[in-house]
């Protein structure tokens, strides 16, 4: 069986081989007076050039020269010619083994550096797991505990030891995750957890796999197994907090890993590290099963008032030969009245004999239903799905605890009081309740029997409370797309790291100071270019400004199709 890597054959390359490149050459490679010295007391060219590449190699990469890798021909003719000597000359170099052992320790004292051994492993491994707290990438992982060992004056080992130190040290730090958070389980809690994974009579399958297990589609049933889901999430009594125990990528790979596992495969899974995947899932879950929630409330009451304009149209699309037949009745209503106005006839008597009086007064009844159809609130039509409305809309107040600031605390204080009605089981609402409507037709619409209209106000206020989540006025803590706006911005902290390493002056009066200054130094050689006429097509004769024209160019796909 193969053996587990760590790293691809590109990342050890990079990682383990002395770089070719002339930039990373000249950084890594370049002698000091001082090494130039300590070379220099060496005899013949081959055994200068040699302990200079020893001790350029054991500063970069940190291995020393190994005569397995050899050394690039690049570096070779750098450092040759800093010595001023054949580079051809280093083939003779080391033909004795104790030579190059010899001048490996000369560098390792010169150097302050010590060779690693099999009791430095539990350092290596230290830092491989403080690297890996924040990526399980391979090549950050084994690049960390090349500084970490170089930083403890250590000779590197071996890139196999390197790489199983990384794999090791890896491990470690997942299974630091995983106690840590399971740390801050209680009993009942990790009992829960485990129950997630056992297949549930009541369900016809695990916990898990039925909370994972939702429909889309905006129905009343549907939104009401999203909130069915959320409750019992929420009764396994995991608290979001808990994956602040570790950092946010070991806590994220969780959440990625538990969201996908099957039960079979999380039950084969150790104690710690099943639970610790478990509780990312739960939290997860928590905030995608109340996003989805709010997502299909939001398009559950779009889509009823959706159906009222549409329900509205069609009524107006089935009354167009009637609005016609009404408009040529108007119309010659009109010329009778216009014929009595200009030949003095009785107009009664010329609208009966034209139109016929009994015609007018029977279309009155279809012009008052066309007036109110076209006059007709969405909010009314919309109001004839109050029984759909009620089959969810207690159960999602009861799942969220909605927060305003502002004019949007009036809203909070309306859905209060729908709850607390829902759980008198009242149908009447008190008087003076809040009316946080910004449009006005609706608040006469509610109050226009004089009464509040229960049915009218949970649906306008249902509605209200669909357009404030989208515009983020109101907010749900708990979720993850209608939290406080302020909640996605960076903390003091973050943003004062990410200002420490921007490419400009993050200060904004230091930054100002130095545009000025900039603008100030460009104005002047501008002004003294003009004054000297250096500025070309521009010139200043007698304070006047004159700006030579320019000559036309066209572009030749604009001269292939000239036809002249």
Do not use: C
């Amino acid at each position: 069986m193969a053996r587990r890597r760590l790293l691809t054959g590109d990342e050890r390359r990079r990682l383990f081989d002395p770089p070719v490149q002339e930039t990373a050459i000249i950084g890594h490679y370049t002698l000091s007076a001082e090494d130039v010295e300590l070379v220099g007391r060496r005899y013949g060219p081959a055994n200068r050039l040699g302990l200079a590449a020893q001790i350029a190699l054991m500063r970069h990469p940190g291995f020393g020269l190994q005569p397995e890798i050899g050394l690039p021909d690049v570096i070779l003719q750098y450092l040759a010619a800093q010595l001023f000597v054949d580079p051809s000359s280093f083939s003779a170099y080391g033909q004795r083994a104790q030579t190059r052992t010899d001048h490996a320790d000369l560098v390792a004292r010169y150097l302050g550096i010590r060779p690693f051994r099999r009791g430095d492993l539990a350092l290596a491994l230290n830092l491989a797991a403080q690297a890996a707290e924040y990526t399980d990438r391979g090549e950050p992982i084994v690049r960390a505990l090349m500084v970490g060992l170089k930083g403890e004056r250590f000779i590197l080992p071996s890139g196999d030891t390197l790489e199983r130190a990384g794999l090791a040290g890896r491990a470690r730090a997942r299974k630091a995750a995983a106690a840590a958070i399971v740390e801050g389980l209680s009993s009942a809690e990790l009992t829960r957890l485990d129950e997630l994974v056992i297949n549930n009579p009541d369900f016809g399958m695990t916990p898990l796999a039925w909370l994972r297990n939702f429909e889309e589609a905006p129905t009343a049933a549907n939104i009401n197994g999203l909130l069915e889901r959320l409750r019992y999430v929420r009764g396994i009594g995991i608290h979001p907090v808990v994956g602040g125990a570790i950092p946010e990528f070991r806590f994220a790979q969780f959440v990625r890993e538990g969201g996908v596992a099957p039960a079979f495969l999380l039950s084969d899974y150790s104690v710690n590290r099943r639970r610790a995947t478990l509780t990312a899932a739960v939290i997860d879950l928590e905030a995608r099963l109340a996003d989805a929630a709010i997502q299909m409330f939001d398009r559950l009451i779009g889509g009823m008032f959706t159906r009222a304009r549409r329900g509205r149209e069609r009524r107006y699309q089935d009354s167009i030969q009637s609005v016609g037949q009404l408009m040529r009745l108007f119309g010659a209503t009109i010329t009778a009245l216009d014929e009595a106005v200009q030949n003095g006839g009785d107009p009664l008597e010329l609208i009966d004999e034209a139109v016929g009086w009994h015609r007018l007064v029977a279309a009155k009844a279809q012009v008052d239903a066309l007036a109110d159809l076209a006059g007709e609130d969405a909010l009314v039509t919309a109001t004839e799905r109050y029984a759909t409305l009620r089959r969810f809309s207690p159960a999602f107040l009861d799942a969220f605890t909605f927060k305003a600031s502002g004019t949007g605390t009036a809203l909070i204080k309306a859905i209060d009081v729908i709850r607390d009605a829902n759980t008198r089981k009242s149908r009447d609402l008190p008087d003076g309740v809040p009316l946080p409507f910004p449009n006005r037709q609706w608040k006469r619409l509610i109050t226009e029997s004089g009464r509040i209209d229960r049915r009218r106000y949970e649906i306008a206020i249902m509605a209200t409370l669909r357009d404030r989540l989208r515009a983020g006025d109101v907010w749900i803590e708990g979720t993850r797309n209608y939290q406080r706006f302020d909640a996605y911005l960076l903390g003091r902290r973050d943003a004062a790291k990410v200002a420490d390493v921007l490419p400009f002056d993050s200060n904004a009066a230091s930054y100002l100071a130095d545009r000025a200054r900039n603008l100030d130094w460009r104005l002047r050689r501008f002004a003294k270019q003009l004054k000297t006429n250096k500025l070309e097509g521009v010139s200043l004769e007698r304070d006047r400004l004159k700006l030579q024209q320019m000559p036309p160019v066209t572009p030749p796909e604009a001269e292939a199709v000239d036809f002249h």
